[in-house]
């Protein structure tokens, strides 16, 4: 079994001070301060009587205790990285899995959006993920059916002249930082990359006619994110593209590893 537990705190002065409100992160940002959010993962097997892997609070505990004034003393110095941020925060949580566990991994963001990840079984390999958003039309229809067979099977989705999502795209990125500069890949360059190579080309676009890339290809949403991987893939060396994931709406997504 595996559980998650999120633990969100703000890098300033009020550490030490009574958890508040840990929705919204302890220690509060009580001024304008960074704010960042770690998950972590861990396995095992639900105790009998009580059901749980662990007292979530015993997870809450160990981050409180020794990732955020970790955080803290790193954040301020210069030359760290999200890279390195999170290479210190698992090193130094690994020796300590909560009682009765093995940890899986952990996931520091930066932003609400901007994430380094890093595997207990990879030590060496950090994932960085980032979000970005291409507004589009397009019009589920398949030419080998029959305009009632697109109706039925698409609904709405096969309306003639097409409808619009905002879309979200969250592309993942593995490998081993770079050892001078403790980044796996320039974020700017990240961006860039994504930026000119996909969005750019889907963004106010009606898919199924601005796009060649959708040429005989229904662009369902996990067709977009099979585009979007020919897109990128082999554009991020030394890092290598791991994972696509599109969001169609709020409450549909898509993704494709490997
Ligand atoms: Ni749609």
């Known amino acids: 079994m595996r559980l998650m537990r999120e633990v969100r705190f703000s890098v300033g002065p009020s550490v030490g001070s009574p958890i508040t ?48 004034p970790l955080v803290s003393r790193l954040v301020h110095q210069p030359r760290v ?9 698992a090193a130094d949580l690994r020796p300590h899995p909560p009682a009765g566990t093995q940890w899986i991994d952990w996931r520091l963001f930066v932003t609400p959006y901007l994430s380094y990840g890093l595997t207990r079984g990879a030590f060496t390999m950090i994932d960085v993920s980032q979000q970005f958003e291409f507004s589009a039309s397009h019009r589920l229809h398949c030419d080998g059916l029959s305009d009632e067979e697109n109706r039925s099977t698409f609904g709405k989705c096969n309306n003639p002249n097409g409808h619009g999502h905002n879309y979200v795209v969250e592309v993942t990125l593995t490998g081993e930082p770079d050892p001078l500069s403790g980044v796996l890949l320039p974020v700017d360059q990240f961006e860039h990359t994504v930026r000119k190579h996909a969005i750019e080309k889907l963004d106010h676009k009606h898919l199924n006619h601005d796009c060649p890339e959708f040429a005989g290809l229904n662009p369902s949403v996990e067709n977009i994110v099979r585009v979007v991987w020919r897109m990128l893939v082999d554009r991020f060396a030394p890092a290598v593209l791991k994972r696509v994931r599109v969001w169609e709406t709020p409450k549909t997504f898509a993704e494709c590893e490997g």
């Open 81 to 89: 990285t999200g890279e390195t941020l999170i290479q210190a925060v």
């Open 21 to 68: 409100n840990s929705w919204g992160g302890w220690p509060t940002a009580s001024n304008v301060q960074p704010y960042l959010v770690l998950r972590s993962r861990v396995d095992g097997e639900p105790d009998p009587v009580t059901g749980v892997v662990c007292n979530i609070a015993a997870i809450d505990r160990l981050v409180r205790e020794r990732t955020i």
